[in-house]
């Protein structure tokens, strides 16, 4: 089993609306969980951190916790063609800044 | 300011040959990772130092390869003789303890390909 689960996609949603995007986990001793987005034949830069259990938001972007499920997404509000990318799913043990990376979920907004 | 910085950007070479990759961390963080992403396997862990010191290097494939950070503001990742399956893109990430997300900063990373 790996570590940090997600579907490779391609996930395709029309312009304008909601992309969701999830990621399993399969360490319960998990603290950090960090949301990436990577344009093709780019690197990976930070869209999301979160902590605690429940959600988080940052514009267009809310990233959801649920630690008794092991489960992280990402939810895209508006979604634009600009939004086409490669998310990847991250987690980290805490007190040591480790991540390990899911596969990362493609995603395509059709305008 | 200057990102990570990684070189060369594309390296071809042949299958045996000695292949070195740099990287330049940004100034002031004190963590420097080294990754390697396929299509396969996605997003891999190679190395992680932490003040220039290897804390981490269960992620090294093998004895092909080897990384070292002379300084801080300096790292290698080495793999002699390289095979073909070592074809990838190499990045190279580093970050500050001081940050309280752990945000890992990349550069743009190394397209390796081995022929």
Sequence with gaps: QKEVEQNSGPLSVPEGAIASLNCTYSDRGSQSFFWYRQYSGKSPELIMFIYSNGDKEDGRFTAQLNKASQYVSLLIRDSQPSDSATYLCAVSSGGYQKVTFGIGTKLQVIP | ?115
């Design chain 2, 1 to 115: 300011d200057a990102g990570v910085i990684q070189s060369p950007r594309h390296e071809v070479t042949e299958m045996g040959q000695e292949v070195t990759l740099r990287c330049k961390p940004i100034s002031g963080h004190n963590s420097l990772f080294w990754y390697r992403q396929t299509m396969m396997r996605g997003l891999e862990l190679l190395i992680y130092f932490n003040n220039n010191v290897p804390i981490d290097d269960s992620g090294m494939p093998e004895d092909r390869f080897s990384a070292k950070m002379p300084n801080a503001s300096f790292s290698t990742l080495k793999i002699q003789p390289s095979e073909p399956r070592d074809s990838a893109v190499y990045f190279c990430a580093s970050s500050s303890n001081g940050g309280p997300s752990y945000e890992q900063y990349f550069g743009p990373g190394t397209r390796l390909t081995v022929t």
